[in-house]
């Protein structure tokens, strides 16, 4: 992004990182642990919708400074089979693990792929052909159909500010339309739209985190703690949780 002032503002990409964990974090023990429909479950899931649009931003913008996208994308596969099976622990509704779709470590991997043969690829027919496969490949894997959606979004906003919040506009009011249509068989018209608007305001919060608040830099500190981390953070947490659902149940 393109702006006067940048630097001077308060949060650097890790930082936002760590607070996508952390609002990741809220919206999984909202899915297994908490009733449907309640206040308190719609506001946990509400913000953890912070994090999805948050990562995708981050990994369109990331793309230009891999040093290698063979073991970037490599990475995200590997921590992906390590993460299916405390995913499908975490989410199983019954008994200790469940089948369940890919883990989203397996979606980033589908939208890095993606980016990179928009990079690569001149020819508009393949690049049509990919994002109409990665939509459909995404069904899947978690954050489906959005994440390549957004992918789609950034790559088109990449170095342009106006681009940029246009692209997490779009972004939000798709969000929210397909919340709307998920949830008229779940709730009433009036709950279903007040919780679509609930669940907007996550998506939205990312959108001004990193519009307004985002200096474009990384940690000056830490920084080889943080990139594993953010790795480990998700098989890790999904362990735990499974196994507290599996205590509790």
């Excluded at 999984?28 to 931003?57: D, K, P, Q, R, S």
């Amino acid at each position: 992004m393109i702006e006067a002032n940048v630097e001077e503002r308060p949060l650097n990409r890790d930082a936002i990182k760590y607070i996508a964990m952390f609002t990741m974090l809220l919206n999984h023990i909202a899915n297994i642990f908490l009733e449907t429909g309640t206040w308190l479950c719609e506001l946990f899931l509400a913000v953890g919708y912070f994090t999805a649009i948050a990562m995708i931003y981050f990994l369109v913008e990331g793309y230009d400074y891999t040093r290698s996208r063979k073991k970037y994308i490599l990475r995200l596969l590997i921590f992906g089979i390590i993460s299916q099976i405390p995913y499908c622990m975490a989410f199983a509704e019954e008994g200790i693990i469940e089948p369940y779709n890919l883990n989203m470590m397996f979606t980033l991997a589908l939208c890095f792929g993606l980016i990179w043969v928009f990079d690569v690829c001149q020819n508009n027919f393949v690049k049509v052909v990919a994002a109409i496969g990665a939509i459909l490949l995404s069904t899947l894997c978690s954050w489906a159909i959005l994440a390549p959606v957004y992918t789609l979004l950034f790559i088109w906003a990449r170095h342009s500010e106006r681009k940029t919040k246009i692209a997490f506009l779009v972004a939000t009011l798709l969000f929210g339309a397909m919340n709307f249509l998920g949830g008229r068989s779940h709730f009433p018209a009036s709950q279903n739209i007040a919780f679509t608007l609930l669940g907007m305001a996550g998506t939205g919060l990312a959108a001004l985190c990193i519009l307004y608040l985002y200096n474009g830099k990384r940690a000056d500190k830490w920084r080889t703690f943080s990139k594993w981390f953010f790795y480990a953070f998700y098989p890790a947490h999904l362990l735990i949780l499974g196994l507290i659902r599996i205590a509790i149940a």
